[in-house]
């Protein structure tokens, strides 16, 4: 490996509304290494890499390519000085070959001589080991192949600094073996190889330098072989934590409210996002489960809704078996669930609060004789949601798209427990609220699981996690890592698990 | 705070509307149309006409007189059976461009009865070719929503290519199997007996379609606005993510949806081979189908809009007749037509958004 610095940035700081994401953040990566940025999501690895190919720009500090102070405006620009980006997104056309999709794009490209970019092409792909046939139609490629179309793309404009977005987050074992294989010899070759991550074991096997954020913030830089897993997951994720639990009444009862055995789901691109989980989820406790978001808790809750097909496993509630109900079924059995998009899943923003407000209650006899509607019985009942849950909008006839997030949620919420249900599927529930908005939505759930409902609370967030736990479980890759009465385990060990790099211990996954 | 900007050049600015007036659904249609005969003056100026003088012509020849008045009704017949139906399927975003072919399906399955269920009354006989009409076509518009619903198969790709396959249909069985044995080289069927004929009403050629249209689109209105299956329809059109996470089959919806919305354009066919031509001939119906689609999109897949611009359509069409008498060739009614759609076309956007002025301010 040399010496040889070929990204310098310097007191890197980014200012977003609400949120500082970049504070003083240096960052060096040297030629021929291939360079991990780790931390949670939200720790600021995606700004300061946008930074870096000008997406962004910083509001303060400097940027020096290979000894030279530089200032881009644009991905154009960072291009031009060897510095390109492979989006987690593919940004290709798919009725087009991969030879077209490489040139796209290119302006001093005017007539497209197939025959001498095909061995343009072909003589890229041999040099990296890519192997790629120049005239197959993006569609007709796996997204691995898809990947190695975007990384061509880049190597064909001749960047030697390349930084990737969590590469790995959709390919396969087999896939993410080939790709740092791939990397490695662009490495060897003194390329400059950075990849976004939040998976310690990719870390620890591929890379030769890390670098952690946490907040916004340099936590540090060191070399693979000075670190461990554990030093590691203790740098990502540590920090204070707000112990005010807002949990206070301990009501757990023994009765199972919902069973989950050996569930296996599949996401949408067809590989195993819930990889054999069993749980149980019993009356008057929220289950907190920690862990990265991406790790198959999406898919989890929406088979658990009988939104997303099973690959295998069954789901019990109640002790009845309902793998097979329909979601309208598990909602008549009193399932509630509150996703984690808010907008393009839970609410249509176009329509009337009243008319979201009825979204679970319109087929009631208490609104439907025989098919017509009882829109003055469902506009009482949103203004009662709006009163009882102190919702800011104008009125029930007012569209959702007019109000704050906070008061959307809120709005999904009253939605969601007016029925009285006997388990709460919960993601994120707060994700993007404010304080006080955050508040009343802890109470909510606080209440219903005292109440005696079942919640299942998703989170990435580890204060909400020990703010309203009764039991914790950390999902890591499709599967749990155990599970733990909240007061029997420790940030360590949650961090841990959240890295993939030890269990929690407790009741096993099974 | 959701408000979605599009910021133009300079300082014109284009803001969504939160909540769209009432009174703006109304007056923006009214000065889109107003917008295009405008449009059009300026053609007809060019060609040396007197604008004033044409649209005066149009107006006598589709309102002045009880037989351009019915006329006027007679064309608006199948137009707006189709606009209704087909914006029953629009109103979930399932874009049935099918109606031509149901049409002509419904129309031949109504011939088919007709001519072959001999010796009963008219009353039998038509309710038998109406059923007969609604079910096939629905049953043909069964085709591109199972095959969306099974292989997400795009359904607007599918029911253009069976427009052909069910005009084309009609065209074999008029000149082949069904043709006419005493209608010489003419391509159509033997005349319907007297049961199969719908009478006409007050002297004109307006038939018993128009109840049937007008119910039709009074039905649906109610549907949508009033019923379960109606919120769970506008849900699925707003959002089908939506629709599933609160529990509705939308698979289900959309076949069930489709199967009306056919059936309804299947109508417009029996409606009109036994209301008008007492037999299946070819052209029974130029343009409806097309037309149809674009009543359903001028009247935003409200289906009372539907019948309010289908008799606007009708009008053209009968207007648009009579100034031939100037000597003003048919495709200055279709300009007049397509400019009027283009202002309507145009015009929605004045409904969704707002437009602001910021002098000199940025974002």
């Known amino acids: ?185 662009m490495a060897k070759k003194g390329g400059t190889i950075i990849f976004i991550t939040h998976k310690m074991h990719e870390v620890m096997e591929f890379a030769d330098r890390i670098t952690v954020l946490r907040d916004g913030r340099l936590i540090g830089t060191m070399k693979r072989e000075e670190t461990s897993e554990q030093e590691l997951a203790r740098l990502m994720v540590g920090r204070e934590i707000s112990t005010g639990r807002r949990n206070r009444e301990n009501t757990v009862k023994s009765q199972e409210q919902l069973r989950v055995k050996d569930l296996t789901v599949l996401n949408d691109k067809r590989v195993k996002a819930v990889d054999g989980l069993s749980f149980q989820l019993f009356a008057g406790e929220i289950l907190g489960v920690a862990g990265v978001s991406g790790n198959g808790q999406k898919e989890l809750m929406e088979a658990l809704a009988g939104l997303r097909p099973r690959a295998g496993g069954q789901i019990f509630m109640g002790g009845q078996d309902i793998s097979r109900a329909s979601p309208r079924e598990r909602m008549d059995q009193g399932m509630a669930f509150i996703p984690e998009d808010r907008y393009g899943f839970a609410l249509v923003p176009s329509m009337t609060v009243m008319e979201n407000a009825s979204l679970k209650c319109y087929r009631d006899s208490r609104f439907n004789r025989g098919g017509v509607l009882d829109y003055r019985g469902l506009e009482q009942q949103a203004r009662e949601f709006i009163k009882e849950f102190e919702i800011k909008v104008g009125g029930p006839k007012s569209l959702v798209q007019s109000m704050s997030g906070g008061n959307a949620q809120k709005l999904i919420l009253a939605r969601e427990t007016a029925r009285e249900p006997s388990v709460i599927l919960a993601s994120y529930p707060v ?41 914790v479980a950390v999902m890591y890759e499709g599967k749990l890592m155990g599970i733990l009465p909240i007061g029997q385990v420790t940030l360590d060990q949650i961090g841990m698990a959240m890295a993939g790099a030890a269990r929690l211990g407790g009741e096993d996954d099974g | ?64 007189s009880s037989y351009g008045l019915g006329e006027t009704v007679v064309k608006m017949i199948p137009l707006m059976l189709v606009s209704v139906g087909v914006s029953f399927a629009f109103k979930m975003q399932i874009w049935n461009a099918g109606g031509e072919g149901q049409l002509h399906i419904g129309a031949a399955a109504a011939t088919f009865i007709i001519l072959n269920l001999k010796g009963y009354d008219r009353k039998t006989t038509l309710t038998a070719a109406f059923l007969a009409a609604f079910f096939c076509a629905g049953l043909y518009g069964l085709i591109p929503a199972v095959m969306k619903v099974k292989w997400n198969v795009n359904e607007l790709i599918t029911c253009l290519m069976l427009n052909y396959v069910g005009t084309l249909l009609i065209s074999w069985l008029i000149q082949g199997p069904w043709k006419d044995p005493a209608g010489f080289a003419f391509p159509r069927t033997a005349k319907f007996p007297r049961a199969g004929e719908m009478p006409a009403f007050f002297g004109t050629r307006i038939h018993a379609g128009v109840v049937m249209g007008l119910l039709a689109a009074l039905l649906l209105w109610f549907i949508l606005t009033r019923t379960r299956w109606g919120f769970e329809i506008q849900l699925i059109g707003a959002n089908p993510k939506v629709a599933e996470y609160a529990g509705i ?73 009579s100034i031939q008498k100037l000597g003003l060739p048919v495709s200055t009614v279709q300009m007049i037509q397509g400019s009027i759609l283009f202002f309507v076309a145009a015009g929605t956007m004045f409904m969704n958004y707002q437009i602001q002025w910021k002098g000199g301010s940025r974002e």
């Open chain 2, 249 to 321: 089959p939308v698979k289900r919806y959309i076949l069930a949806v489709m199967f009306v919305s056919a059936g309804i354009a299947g109508i417009a066919g029996m409606s009109e081979v036994c209301g008008i031509t007492h037999r299946l001939q070819a052209n029974f119906a130029a343009q409806v189908g097309p037309s149809g689609m674009t009543i359903a999109y001028l009247a935003q897949c409200h289906p009372l809009g539907a019948v309010l611009v289908s008799f606007l359509f009708g009008a053209l069409l009968v207007g648009g007749n």
């Open chain 1, 431 to 471: 994700r993007g609220l404010d304080i006080k908005a955050t508040e009343s939505i802890h109470q909510i759930l606080v209440k219903e699981k005292a109440r005696g409902a079942g919640v299942l609370l998703i989170s990435e967030d580890l204060d909400e996690i020990f703010q309203l736990s009764d039991r």
């Open chain 1, 1 to 185: 490996m040399s010496t040889q610095a070929t990204v310098e940035m310097k007191g890197i700081c980014k200012e977003f509304p609400s949120t500082l994401a970049n504070d003083q953040v240096d960052f060096t990566a040297y030629a021929g290494e291939i360079h991990a940025l780790l931390g949670e999501n939200g720790a600021g690895k995606s700004t300061l890499m946008n930074i870096l190919t000008g997406v962004l720009e910083q509001d303060k500090g400097e940027i020096w390519i290979r000894k030279k102070r530089v200032f881009m405006k644009s991905p154009k620009d960072a291009l031009s000085l060897g510095i390109g980006m492979i989006y987690q997104h593919f940004k290709l056309v798919k009725p087009f070959t991969v030879a077209e999709n490489i040139v796209l794009g290119m302006e001093n490209v005017r007539v497209l001589n197939k025959r001498a970019l095909e061995a343009q092409v072909r003589e890229l792909s041999q040099e990296y080991k890519i192997d790629l046939n120049p005239f197959s139609f993006i569609w007709q490629l796996s997204i691995g192949e898809q990947q190695r179309v975007e990384i061509l793309k880049v190597l064909y404009r001749r960047a030697d600094i390349l930084i990737l977005d969590e590469p790995t987050a959709v390919l396969t074992p087999e896939e993410v073996k080939e790709l740092f294989q791939t990397l490695r010899s």
């Open chain 2, 1 to 64: 705070m959701m408000d979605k900007e599009r910021r133009g050049r300079g300082s014109l600015r284009l803001i969504r509307r939160m909540d769209i007036p009432g009174w703006l659904r109304l007056a923006v249609p009214a000065a889109s149309i107003a917008g295009g005969f405008l449009f059009s003056a300026i053609f007809l100026l060019g060609a040396g006409e007197s604008p004033l003088e044409v649209y005066g012509v149009m107006l006598q020849g589709a309102f002045g």
